[in-house]
């Protein structure tokens, strides 16, 4: 089955910019969709499409997909972006898959 | 603006079926993925299943013996059965909004989330 993988934790200090990983096997031969979820909250989808930005999330949210590994990207990051991060993808094949999630610190 | 709004049994016991619903607020029913996800304390996300509104289903190969999704499209609800529980799937479970484009498939709408714990 296919698998993506990330990061157990992510660390960054405030104002700088935190990379977290998400790899499968071509991953960039499919799309990547990133959320994030804050502690005792609903996850919120933050990046779809690779690098497409819902309505309402900030500009300092980007995303990347290449080879195997897509990247979400926090610009500026602020002490409220602190929250677990989730990569997914999808294909025919696969169904959906759920990377195990990221927990950015920012310190 | 669209809600999801779920509800349903949050302590079970060994063996019973668990039951949730959600209901749709706002927006068409229809041209979405209907999707239980579910959260086991402290852990990642798992995909359960999804149904749309012709009434096609896809499930989880792991849970697929034990899981039904249902839709009531006079009401915006869709459904949850999962039998014969056990402590592994105590979990919090989520309803989302699936949209799916030509090679893209993403959750843009959730529930508030269920806690749902298995328990005698």
């Known amino acids: 089955s296919y698998e993506l993988t990330q990061p157990p934790s992510v660390s960054v200090s405030p104002g700088q910019t935190a990379g977290i990983t998400c790899s499968g096997h071509k991953l960039g031969d499919k799309y990547a969709s990133w959320y994030q979820q804050k502690p005792g909250q609903s996850p919120v989808l933050v990046i779809y499409e690779d690098n497409k930005r819902p309505s309402g999330i900030p500009e300092r949210f980007s995303g990347s997909n290449s080879g195997n590994t897509a990247t979400l990207s926090i610009s500026g990051t602020q002490a409220m972006d602190e929250a677990d991060y989730y990569c997914q993808a999808w294909d025919s094949s696969t169904a959906v898959v759920f990377g195990g999630g990221t927990k950015l610190t920012v310190l | 603006q669209v809600q999801l709004q779920q509800w349903g049994a949050g302590l079970l016991k060994p063996s019973e079926t668990l039951s949730l619903t959600c209901a749709v607020y706002g927006g068409s029913f229809s041209s979405y993925y209907w999707t239980w996800i579910r959260q086991p304390p402290g852990k990642g996300l798992e995909w359960i299943g999804e149904i749309i509104q012709s009434g096609y289903t896809n499930y989880n190969p792991s849970l697929k013996s034990r899981v039904t999704i249902s839709l009531d499209t006079s009401k915006n609800q869709l459904s949850l059965k999962l039998t014969s529980v056990t402590a592994a799937d105590t979990a919090v479970f989520y309803c989302?909004?699936?949209?799916?484009?030509?090679?893209?498939?993403?959750?843009?709408?959730w529930g508030q989330g269920t806690l749902v714990t298995v328990s005698s």
């Open positions: 989302a909004r699936g949209v799916y484009g030509s090679s893209d498939y993403y959750y843009d709408y």
